[in-house]
């Protein structure tokens, strides 16, 4: 079984500041992958970054990264210079590599809210 | 690329009434899933389509859900004698494996709300 934690259940961050979230996860599969949603009040989710358990560097696109310690089963996701646009929730969630194991496994979420 | 559409947006119906939802997924992509999310945590696994074969149900599942993806496009879930415990968000997403040339990446749609009174 799959579980992702996610402790923060809200953060407020003035804008253009930094923002770290935070996502532990557990899992008995060998090779698995490591998702971060978007889920503005409207409600769609949009992703954002995926890594890979055998992947040797740390995934990044554009103003986000995702901090994996393999060892510590964490997977943050950091924001670089925060925008109002970021407010939102945002998900981690994980799924198994192998075949058959396709679901995503979600945690709580975490609320960010950007100050002015 | 149009992206993942979901009808209706929005469903309010009476404890006891069936109803339908549909999913549009990206026309490529041949995994479709069915997710739920109730107010104040992250969606839920629910089922998941390859083509048009369901290959992993969840217990969340009740024998009065019932999903069907019969030309291995678009696909409907169907919830039949609602309760007020199925009031939720439904969100359907689809992707295109790594070994068709796409990601694991799963692509949502806007979801349908379901209030059940």
Redesign the interface.
Known sequence: AQKITQTQPGMFVQEKEAVTLDCTYDTSDPSYGLFWYKQPSSGEMIFLIYQGSYDQQNATEGRYSLNFQKARKSANLVISASQLGDSAMYFCAMRGEFFGNEKLTFGTGTRLTIIP | DTGVSQDPRHKITKRGQNVTFRCDPISEHN?L?W?RQTL??????LT?FQNEAQ??K?RLLSDRFSAERPKGSFSTLEIQRTEQGDSA?Y?C?S?LPPSRGG?????????T?LTVT
């Open positions: 995994r899933y997710y104040g945590q992250g969606p839920e696994f998941y290959l992993e969840s968000m969100l997403a992707s990601s694991y990446e799963q692509y949502f749609g806007p979801g709300r």
